[in-house]
């Protein structure tokens, strides 16, 4: 190489060495340029966001009630049916000395059945309330044994429709779930009733109490659109590996206001 | 961004260094290409930031939903954290290794973005790359909602001078991968968002003794039925904030 070639090379050299300087420069001016646009965006994206959008926690969920009626409504409708059934009765339930005495027999001729239909959630801030239309019947058979000639009676009863109602006693974040029962709360000393003529035994009444049969309408859990486990997935091309990273909820807080169920969360991650 | 130079033995040796000082002046590297596609992606963010700020003032946003999901880049970058480098083959360049050291969510603005360490090699020589990457909402009803690294731009790290032909010729074939070729290499992060919501419990059966007078008791077999329903979650819209990813979802059975 002469020196006149290398020469020129230097000259080319720095003349385009120059111009990428100056192309440089022109580009690190337009990002910063870009970039105090974008952190006034951010600023002003932050302002204006809506409640919805201003969070804290690693995961929030909002879930509205429109799922959770359309739950209800389904599943009283039909009527939830909750039945109970006698298994087993002892003792005596009349003993008249010199008379005679009744008792329940069979066992499973006793038979109460509360249907419950009209499922409405009824949301206040801080709890979840539902109300319902109920109506209850019941029936059982009692065998007597009045001055030695046994004998039997079926009597029955029913409960004119009543409205219940309930609340969700929701607990802690489970697995991304929520455990609740649906207690009924009013009326709590509700009863079914069936009298039965026993003759010279007089006669009998026996009362079921509603409260205590279905003490839940129903116990289970409230998805809350999260699961308890992320996957980052890798390429065929790099290996192919699949990574299972399970997330838990770490201080969870539940809150219920008049139109949503909401949860907010950090997050445990753990390699599965 | 970290500049280095490539630890190749040049071929010639002793013009390389007889040329150099006189060279050095018209060394070569990708600083142009590495501003150019920073500036896309902030062009980019600025305009994602923009239309976001548009919606919020338009009362656009959110749209009507049944479920409102937000999940904080913050967890993910911590499963992100544990998955370890990993390296494929640079699509296009025989014997070109690109090693992925770390994946971060990021965001610029309301744009989702990545920050990714990674460097390529083939035989002696090794660069740092730039790439630039969004992310991108992969939302089809009958998968899980995921998000997928999308790469914008794939730049060397490199400078040389004239006469180191060979590397001249590795960073020419690396500016040449095709980026959509590259989205396809990097992992995809499957959302733990579930496809339906269950409500309700199980049938459930229970013994309840109640007195029926005197002595005499009565054990009742109590039947609730299941209430186990499920409902199909639609994602209907996202939107992603500098913090992390919101979705909103009807749900219906």
């Known amino acids: ?272 | 961004m970290k500049l280095l130079s490539i630890s190749h033995t040049p071929a010639k040796p002793l013009l390389a260094a007889l040329l150099g000082p006189i060279l050095c002046s018209g060394c070569h590297t990708t600083v142009v290409q590495q501003r150019q596609a920073e500036l896309a992606v902030l062009d980019t963010a600025a305009a994602a930031s923009s239309s976001t700020l548009d919606a919020f003032r338009s009362n656009s946003l959110p749209p009507d939903y049944d479920l409102h999901l937000y999940i904080a880049y913050a967890p993910l970058n911590k499963a992100l954290g544990a998955l370890g480098a990993y390296q494929f083959p640079v699509p296009g360049v025989d014997g070109a290794t690109a090693h992925i050291r770390a994946l971060r969510l990021t965001s610029f603005g309301t744009l989702p973005s990545a920050s990714v360490s990674a460097s390529v090699e083939k035989g002696d020589l090794k660069a740092d790359v730039g790439i630039q990457v969004v992310l991108v909402p992969e939302l089809a009803p009958d998968r899980q909602p995921a998000l997928r690294f999308k790469v914008l731009a794939f730049t060397p790290v490199v400078s040389w001078n004239g006469l180191e032909f060979t590397k001249s010729e590795f960073v020419h074939a690396l500016l040449a991968v095709e980026v959509n070729k590259l989205t396809a290499r990097l992992p995809l992060i499957v959302l733990p968002v579930s496809q339906q919501l269950s409500l309700g419990g199980p049938a459930l059966q229970k013994d309840e003794t109640i007195s029926t007078g005197r002595d005499s008791t009565l054990v009742l077999r109590v039947t609730v039925p299941s209430t186990a329903q499920q409902q199909q979650i639609r994602i209907l819209n996202h939107v992603f904030m500098p913090d992390g990813l919101h979705l909103f979802a009807g749900v219906a059975k």
């Open chain 1, 1 to 272: 190489m002469s020196v006149r070639a290398a020469a020129a090379i230097g000259i080319i050299g720095l003349l385009s060495g120059g111009c990428t300087a100056i192309a440089v420069s022109d580009l690190d001016r337009r990002i910063a340029e870009r970039k105090a646009e974008i952190r006034q965006l951010t600023t002003d994206v932050l302002a204006a966001a809506p409640p919805a959008f201003r969070t804290t926690r690693d995961v929030e969920i909002e879930l509205r009630y429109r799922p959770l009626q359309a739950w209800l409504s389904s599943v009283s409708s039909p009527p939830l049916v909750i039945a109970a059934d006698g298994v087993k009765a002892a003792g005596d339930v009349v003993y008249q000395g010199g008379v005679g005495k009744a008792w329940l027999e069979p066992a499973h001729d006793t038979r109460v059945r509360l249907a419950i239909r009209d499922l409405v959630l009824t949301p206040q801030a801080g709890a979840l309330m539902w109300t319902a239309s109920a109506q209850a019947n019941a029936e059982t058979r009692v065998r007597t044994y009045i001055f030695n000639v046994g004998s039997n009676v079926h009597c029955s009863g029913a409960l004119p429709t009543v409205q219940p109602r309930g609340s969700f006693s929701v607990g802690q974040v489970q697995a991304m779930k929520l455990p609740y029962t649906m207690r009924f709360s009013i009326p709590g000393e509700l009863q079914v009733s069936v009298r039965c003529g026993l003759g010279q035994l007089g006669s009998f009444g026996l009362g079921f109490p509603i409260g205590k049969i279905a003490d839940s309408v129903s116990t289970g859990s409230i998805d809350l659109g999260i699961e308890t486990a992320a996957r980052i997935q890798l390429p065929a091309e790099a290996g192919g590996r699949l990574y299972v990273f399970r997330f838990s909820a770490q201080d969870a807080v539940v809150s219920m206001t008049d139109r949503a169920l909401a949860v907010e969360t950090n997050v445990g991650v753990a390699v599965e």
